[in-house]
């Protein structure tokens, strides 16, 4: 345990609700909620509940495609169907005062004025609790539909990106902060004097704009980036305010610590800047044996159907047909898939000495982060890594709701505030707020 004069830094508690869990057997769990992850009233009450114990965000992930698994597999995935995040969490604003409201948003198969407007408008609805998760999109079955028959290349697909940031945060500086003058008596509603037309014209996108909606209550709507493959690393030390990752241990997050906030002083930003959040899959129970139990237990709930789908979908290749008790072959053609999840197989499988068939088991559970153990034991493994700068706090997944969400609100939460690491109360009204992140200047006006 870390002395008290380490417990002042507060660990960040992102909840990573779509899928409301990534565990393969989530949905079949004992007393769990079949349908929790395209059930409102579900939906609304985990948001609530996550609230009132005051984590930064609730978070969803996006898919536009069907998972890229054989049908064998997908029959027996709950997150078949899901809702759109903007859709959902639009609704969510207006269940919810304080939380942070994260989405995410494909820079491959959508268009910076589409993406600008949907955020700012959350943005506004919400009081600025609005955060943007850039993603390239993984899944190449995605191109089919949006009109493609092939997945851009993952280079040309994060040069996109940077070009389409670049769009969106101009657009949500097309106007001044008092460009809305509203001037009753003289019938003028605004000074076009304080509007910017963006006038982009780039390799990737023409944009002319200006934006049609009032810059964003926090200026910009937080942004967030998951990529953790060369290219994703450094779009993100040059855009991200929050960075999602998975690494699997301590020593890993320390390494990618290190060389994401290390990148920052070369592109003019403070390691303040931005906030690292690994994922963490949290069991807790009575006892650490129970919490094995637990964890053992939504284990078996995985079919080799499911489990062997996982493992082909983080490798980009179809697996299926290798013999499921020897080694992974490590010579596997290359794939226009995620990069990183990739790598992370060939790691583990090389780490542990692990069969096909023992990857497959970990990829259809939950193979990255996880602490297990009593609201003591977890926290204690919490508080190590805020104190050896391995993260800035984590993005939370759990095992099973409304149970497992119930446990770590209940039992990790205030264990986590007895310690002084994790607030007691919100001090502030917007996500920024909650993150400690500054409030970014108009571009184009002062």
């Not at 280079?155 to 949500?172: C, I, K, S």
């Not at 910017?196 to 909606?213: C, F, K, Q, S, T």
């Not at 493994?381 to 119930?406: C, H, T």
């Amino acid at each position: 345990m870390a002395t008290s004069s380490t417990k002042k830094k507060q660990i960040h508690l992102g909840a990573f609700m779509r899928p409301v869990s990534l565990h393969t057997g989530a949905w079949r769990y004992p007393g769990a909620y079949p349908d929790a992850n395209f059930n409102f009233q579900h939906i609304k009450s985990f948001a609530q509940k996550l609230e009132a114990a005051k984590f930064d965000a609730f978070f969803m992930a996006d898919h536009l495609a069907v998972l890229n698994m054989p049908i064998e597999a997908l029959r027996r995935s709950h997150t078949v169907t899901s809702f759109e995040p903007f859709t959902l969490l639009s609704s969510l604003a207006a269940v919810t005062d304080r939380i942070g409201l994260v989405a995410t948003a494909s820079t491959t198969y959508d268009q910076p004025y589409h993406i600008a407007r949907r955020f700012a408008s959350l943005d506004h609805i919400s009081g600025g609790r609005a955060g943007w998760n850039i993603v390239t999109t993984a899944n190449p079955d995605s191109a089919h539909n949006f009109g493609q028959e092939e997945h851009k290349e993952h280079g040309e697909r994060y040069a996109r990106a940077r070009e389409f940031y670049d769009v969106v945060t101009g657009l949500w500086d097309s106007f001044a902060e008092d460009a809305f003058v509203r001037d009753v008596e003289s019938g003028i509603y605004f000074n076009p004097e304080r509007m910017h037309v963006l006038d982009h014209h780039g390799p990737e996108l023409n944009v002319r704009g200006p934006l049609n909606i009032a810059r964003p209550p926090q200026g910009w709507p937080v942004i967030v980036q998951a990529g953790q493959s060369e290219p994703g690393r450094q779009l993100a030390a040059e855009t991200a305010e929050v960075v999602f990752c998975a690494p699997r241990n301590l020593e890993a997050g320390k390494e990618f610590f290190k060389d994401i906030k290390g990148r920052l002083a070369a592109v003019g930003r403070e390691p303040d800047d931005m906030k690292l959040l690994p994922a963490a899959f949290i069991v807790i129970g009575d006892t650490v044996e129970e919490a094995q139990a637990k964890r053992l237990k939504l284990d078996s709930l995985v079919h080799y159907d499911s489990s062997i789908a996982s493992l082909s979908i983080a490798l980009g290749y179809d697996v299926a047909n290798l013999d499921p008790d020897k080694p992974l072959p490590t010579d596997l053609p290359e794939t226009n898939a995620s990069k990183t999840g990739r790598e992370g197989v060939f790691k583990l499988a090389a780490a542990e000495g692990l069969t096909v068939r023992q990857l497959a088991q970990r990829y259809g559970g939950y193979s990255g982060l996880a602490f297990v153990g009593t609201a003591e034991t977890v926290a204690d493994e919490m508080e190590q890594w805020i104190v050896q700068e391995g993260s800035d706090g984590f993005n939370v997944a759990f095992p099973f709701l409304p149970q497992g969400l119930d446990d770590v609100v209940d039992r990790l939460v205030p264990e986590l505030q007895q310690r002084g690491l994790f607030r007691k109360d919100y001090e502030g009204a917007t996500l920024r707020d909650h993150l400690g992140l500054k409030r970014p200047t108009n571009k184009f006006f002062a």
